[in-house]
């Protein structure tokens, strides 16, 4: 593990990347609640239980690790410290929280005030989140490399938001026409850009280190990202101001390009790594990328075969459940570990108990626990798969993801509880 390039003297209290990281997996548990008593969520996306379902996993799941990830990423790669962090944290966390509860609330039982509610919300904590990390990141001295992606993922993060707003609006107040045309756009620049280009950049420093892999090529980090938020750009100017047919259908070829591009450089870095032993979370890697080649590989299938509504449902599974989901899962089984590592390290040594034996990652979360569910994830994957044309599978895929989730929620707090346990321990006579 190289941690030269760190800047680990930086690292915020532990708490503020936990409480998010803690809380996610619980808020796929309710998707897959929701997902269980109403089954018709992946026969229509449309409907409001299929809306809640996706709001809970993009927002309540990804956007929580991601908004957590980045409070740790930032000082960590940048070398800046957000002013009060712990306190910040706190804000952040309970705004998302409490908006995505009442936003889906609201998609769920089709109650316009909880939904523009809940929206408002999320707007508001989200837009402090973008505005401060932003700010934080202009004042960094860390390299472009480093920095330009998690501003880019920033500013598309911030474009999705200001989409999202626009449709919530039609939704609950009655006087704003409601626009689906938008939420093509609105879910292009959620996943590509959101979550695409922070996944991007997260992977040119994650890959590297935990997997013990040769470093992407300088060209990839420098223009893969900024490529694909300008081609998302040209979509955005496209759709509200040109609104050119050949324009639209040369972009849709050119960003799944990139991003299978990122997908085949990856799998080949990976393939070349120095370090042969087994590792679970480069499965989920290697899971969740074949993920999201297939889901434009369904994608492009789709367009040629109109009345397939079958397979608009299985591209959704692909880049949510499959790649979305699998390299988070992957990430933060590395992330967790390390962070608990890292803080014991740093608490020894600002005790001066060197001698202390200080468990290592493996130990804080045992590789068959995350074995195990990654097993449960990839069987839950397939099942809701099959579920799509096999109706009666839904309550098994909905239970399987529900187990799936709890097992990650237990190994994450298991892991968590070993800087308590071992702090307590070994502390308690300090005073």
Not at 49 to 78: C, D, E, K
């Amino acid at each position: 593990m190289n941690n030269a390039l760190l800047s680990l003297e930086q690292t915020p209290p532990l708490a503020v990347p936990l409480r998010f990281m803690l809380t996610a997996p619980f808020l796929a548990v309710l998707a897959g609640l929701v997902a269980l008593f109403y089954p018709e969520v992946l026969v229509n996306r449309w409907t409001p239980a299929a809306l809640a379902v996706t709001h809970l996993l993009t927002l309540g799941f990804i956007s929580m690790v991601m908004a957590g990830a980045l409070q740790q990423l930032l000082p960590v790669l940048a070398g800046v410290q957000l002013r009060q962090s712990n306190l910040f944290s706190q804000v952040l966390f309970v705004g998302i929280l409490i908006g995505t509860l009442l936003l889906c609330g609201g998609f769920l039982w089709q109650i316009p005030l909880l939904l523009g509610i809940g929206a408002v919300i999320l707007v508001i904590s989200f837009l402090l989140m973008i505005f401060s990390l932003l700010v934080a990141l202009l004042r960094s001295e860390a390299s472009a490399h480093v920095t330009i992606g998690m501003k880019l993922a920033l500013l598309a993060f911030a474009m999705t938001l200001g989409l999202g707003a626009w449709l919530a609006a039609g939704y609950s107040i009655p006087a704003i026409p409601l626009d689906r045309e938008l939420t093509g756009l609105h879910v292009r620049w959620g996943i590509f850009g959101w979550i695409g280009l922070l996944v991007i950049t997260v992977s040119y420093q994650v890959v590297p280190m935990f997997q013990v892999t040769p470093k992407y090529p300088s060209l990839v980090r420098s223009s893969l990202s900024p490529a694909i938020f300008i081609i998302l750009l040209l979509m955005a100017i496209n759709h509200f101001i040109l609104g050119s047919i050949w324009l639209e259908r040369l972009l849709e070829a050119v960003l799944p390009a990139a991003f299978i591009l990122y997908a085949g450089i990856t799998l080949r870095l990976q393939h070349q790594r120095r370090r042969k032993v087994p590792d679970v979370t480069l499965d989920y890697w290697r899971l969740g990328l074949l993920a999201l080649l297939l889901a434009f590989a369904v994608a492009g299938l789709n367009e040629t075969n109109t009345g397939l509504p079958a397979l608009e449902g299985l591209i959704g599974v692909l880049f949510i459940a499959g790649f979305a989901l699998s390299v988070i899962n992957g990430m933060l089984y590395k992330i967790v570990p390390f962070l608990v590592w890292l803080h014991l390290t740093n608490t020894v040594d600002m005790r001066n108990r060197w001698q202390l034996k200080i468990p290592n990652m493996k130990q804080i979360i045992p590789d068959h626990h995350a074995r195990r569910q990654f097993r449960l994830h990839a069987g839950t994957l397939g099942a809701v798969v099959l579920s799509l044309w096999l109706e009666r599978l839904s309550s098994l895929a909905s239970l399987l993801f529900i187990c799936s989730n709890l097992y990650l929620a237990y190994n994450l707090i298991q892991g968590a509880l070993v800087f308590k346990r071992f702090t307590e321990q070994e502390f308690e006579d300090d005073g």
